[in-house]
């Protein structure tokens, strides 16, 4: 019996500069483009709808949001591998030049920056400066207290990381919306799940 | 060259699809989703699982090191492993050396489309702590998917 193997099956390579040339031909060349305000109109009348729903409840339209995030999260990451063909990475600094050059890119067109490293390297913000979801968007006052209107993405990065088996935390910390000075999305990896093995194998 | 079978694996090491041809004339002939593949699809996992850890064991710490296709005597399998724990596998005579670009089509084309868009299609079919580990018996029966896989892979196998 012989075997043959595969480096990266991709050919993003270690450096940012090609991870950044890489996605860009993603975007480019396999993905179908939509009007940008036809997606905001859409998510702002799915808020709307919530806040309604909820009787101005801004928690529960909050959770409600980061839900159907995760249900979004765990299928688009599959349609992210495919059209990528990334393999798992090895460390969250990979993963989070991963999120903000290459999916963020190709699902929304916005290359959004990554800081504010916690010391142990385990989280990390993301900096959105352009965000297409609250494009046209003033929040009522009472609702720019307590409604995260971008919520879902945080639902989505949870649901996606998930299935490539990092276990994070994702919330907004600040939000242009809300009279804060920038948007900040926060990403903490609690720990990194373990893939199965067969019954009995172990 | 002649394509023998296809395999589906998902990450909770259950396998959600198979299909096998027995005729190389009949397009239409064999078993989808059998019962008595049950054994097969194990000794298939645990060869490509024992395999895909010696060679990530031996690609040390460099770059992900994914098995792409094993040849016996008799045939090749090709495999297709994802980030998110999925297997895509195709057995082949040993004509056929490289079908990479026909998984990559099966998982980008075919199975994204027909079951990761189909929000009424479950994405995890292991409904319960029992049914992970292997122990799971749920397959991928959506129409669209049969059909399609029919449609692109029928012509290969013979």
């Known amino acids: ?202 | 060259m002649a394509i023998y079978s296809f395999w589906i694996f998902d990450k909770h090491c259950n396998c959600i699809f198979d299909r096998e041809w027995t005729l190389k004339s009949n397009h239409a002939s064999g078993t989808i989703n059998s019962k008595l593949n049950e054994d097969t699809a194990k000794l298939l996992y645990g060869m490509v699982f024992s395999l895909r850890s010696i060679s990530q064991k031996l690609a040390g710490q460099g770059p992900h090191n994914e098995i792409r296709t094993i040849a016996t005597g008799k045939y090749r399998a090709h495999v297709l492993c994802t980030a998110s724990g999925l297997w895509f596998i195709l057995l082949s005579d040993l004509k056929r050396e490289n079908l990479s670009e026909v998984l990559r089509y099966l998982y980008g084309e075919i199975y994204i489309k027909t079951v990761v868009h189909n929000w009424l299609s479950p994405i995890d079919f292991a409904e319960s702590e029992a049914e992970k580990r292997g122990r799971g018996t749920r397959k991928i029966r959506n129409r669209n998917f049969l059909q399609r896989v029919e449609e692109f892979l029928g012509p290969m196998i013979n």
Do not use: H
């Not at chain 1, 993905?31 to 036809?38: C, D, F, G, R, S």
């Not at chain 1, 997606?39 to 980061?66: A, H, K, M, P, W």
């Not at chain 1, 006052?141 to 971008?150: G, N, Q």
């Open chain 1, 1 to 202: 019996m012989s075997a043959s193997t595969s480096g990266t099956s991709a050919p993003a390579a270690a450096s940012r500069k090609s991870l950044k040339a890489f996605s860009e031909d993603v975007w480019k060349n396999k993905t179908a483009k939509i009007n940008a305000e036809l997606f905001t109109l859409t998510y702002g009348s799915i808020v709307s709808q919530l806040c309604t729903d909820y009787e101005r409840d801004f928690t529960r339209v909050n959770n409600q949001l980061y839900s159907m995030g995760y249900n979004i999260g765990v299928r688009l990451i599959e349609d992210f591998l495919a059209r990528t063909a990334l393999p798992r990475c090895d460390s969250l600094a990979k993963t989070s030049e991963v999120i903000s050059k290459c999916a963020f890119k190709v699902f929304l067109n916005v290359t959004p920056q990554i800081g504010n490293w916690s010391s142990n390297k385990d989280s990390f913000s993301i900096f959105l400066e352009e965000n297409p979801l609250s494009d046209f968007v003033e929040l009522p006052m009472d609702a720019a207290r307590e409604l995260w209107y971008s919520n879902i993405v945080c639902g989505v990065l949870k649901g996606a990381l998930e299935m490539v088996q990092m276990d994070c935390d994702v919330w907004f910390v600040s939000d242009v919306l809300k009279g804060d000075q920038l948007t900040e999305v926060r990403v903490k990896l609690n720990r990194i799940l373990k893939d199965e093995i067969p019954a009995g194998e172990d």
